[in-house]
């Protein structure tokens, strides 16, 4: 059980290692932290502390019968600490930041590849000879490098070390076979300087994560060494007196704090491919306030008041979907969808060039008036009648 006076120097502990992961970090390739168990999500955690010690506060007296360490200091420094360890930085902002890294650094990667086999095809090409040709790849690293997709960060950097050295050394040769061209070796100098870089970030953005993580776990770990036997105290005290030994449950404690919060829905939203869809709207029918747009991973959540709710899920070019759900206060359910291409009938692709069709189609005459008829009738009729230039009557107009 922590003293009085390790847990007063812990909250400054806490802050004063949480700060030194802006110092220059050596290189890791692991995010990875052993878990806690909780009675609750974290959320809910910190509040139900909050609630159990704000009790024992009240009840101070009666502690005290129990155990002298219950003094209205030591409660204060317990509600200070878990405030500490709850306004540590989001390990989730933290965990998002380290992942954009890392896709910024496999986009680095993938260029790494593409030069590779450059390289590879410029030294195939200048050394004819196998045997010449593969001892020159293993200089440039090639041999070790292989496939880049399939490398961890550590060995594209060694790689892209071996190249840069190998070219100081045979560019001019790979040149004067006609190999390469001369921008080649600056190629590999930009992607070198672009790949250290974002290696650098990611190292350090993955870095706070994993010492975020410690510092939260062990402020966790410090809470429940005086939360718990606090409890334990507080049903004892209350053995015979359900009400206020629900003060000290932590099944009861936790179904108050969830009472006092809205209920939640998240998930993701996915393409027919399984990939996430970004800008999806997410709405709760009948309550305008209540929607949420997919991020470009295809993820969303909703914080809503607990009960039976419809959701939407819509997108222009997209079947929209929809379907209800019963929320629990204090929880957050999941739902991912899969939505797929609005189908287009055959007729309404077709009438476009149907209605073009009819409108390139020549119109009927319209019908002759009658006096019009007689009026041609008459023409004809003279014209029957008149003699030809040689004297011959000319022939009948039909």
């Known amino acids: 059980m922590a003293t009085k006076a390790n847990k007063e120097a812990t909250p400054a502990v806490a802050e004063a290692a949480f700060t030194a992961i802006t110092t220059p970090l050596p290189k890791l390739q692991s995010t990875s932290e052993e878990g806690l168990k909780l009675p609750c999500a974290r959320e809910y955690f910190y509040k139900m502390a909050l609630n159990a010690w704000g009790y024992c506060l009240a009840d101070r007296l009666l502690f005290m019968e129990v155990s002298e360490r219950y003094t209205e200091a030591f409660i204060q420094g317990q509600v200070d600490f878990i405030n500490t360890v709850k306004n540590l930085p989001d390990l989730s902002v933290l965990q998002a930041a380290a992942t954009e890294a890392n896709e910024g650094l496999a986009a680095w990667r993938q260029q790494v590849g593409s030069l590779s086999k450059r390289l590879d095809n410029a030294i195939g090409y200048a050394f004819k000879n196998p045997d010449t040709a593969d001892a020159e790849r293993q200089l440039a690293g090639l041999n070790e490098f292989g496939t880049p997709s399939a490398e961890p960060w550590a060995q594209v950097d060694k790689f892209l070390t071996k190249a840069n050295n190998y070219l100081t050394t ?173 189908e287009i009938a055959p007729e309404a692709v077709a009438a476009p060039v149907e209605e073009a069709i009819v409108a390139e189609t020549p119109q009927a005459p319209a019908a002759v008036p009658e006096n019009t008829k007689e009026d041609l009738v008459t023409a004809v009729d003279l014209l029957n009648q008149s003699p030809s230039s040689n004297g011959a009557a000319k022939g009948a107009v039909v």
Do not use: C
């Open 170 to 342: 045979k560019m001019t040769v790979l040149v004067d076979a006609k190999a390469a061209t001369a921008n080649l070796q600056t190629k590999f100098t930009d992607v070198t300087t672009g790949f250290s870089a974002a290696w650098a970030d990611f190292i350090f953005k993955e870095k706070k994560v994993v010492d975020g993580t410690k510092v939260t776990k062990n402020g966790l770990i410090d809470i429940l060494a005086e939360l718990n036997p606090m409890l334990n105290d507080g049903k004892l005290i209350y053995e015979f007196d359900a009400t206020n030994r629900k003060k000290f449950t932590i099944k009861d404690l936790v179904r108050e704090v969830r009472g006092t919060h809205p209920a939640g829905l998240a998930g993701y939203v996915f393409n027919e491919q399984g990939r996430g869809v970004e800008g999806v709207l997410v709405a709760a029918i009948g309550q305008t306030d209540k929607f949420a747009i997919t991020d470009k991973k295809g993820y969303y959540k909703i914080n809503l008041a607990a009960g039976e709710a419809t959701f939407l899920y819509s997108m222009e070019g997209m079947e929209p979907q929809s379907f209800s759900r019963t929320l629990t206060a204090g929880v957050t359910s999941r739902q991912n969808v899969v939505l797929v291409p609005v």
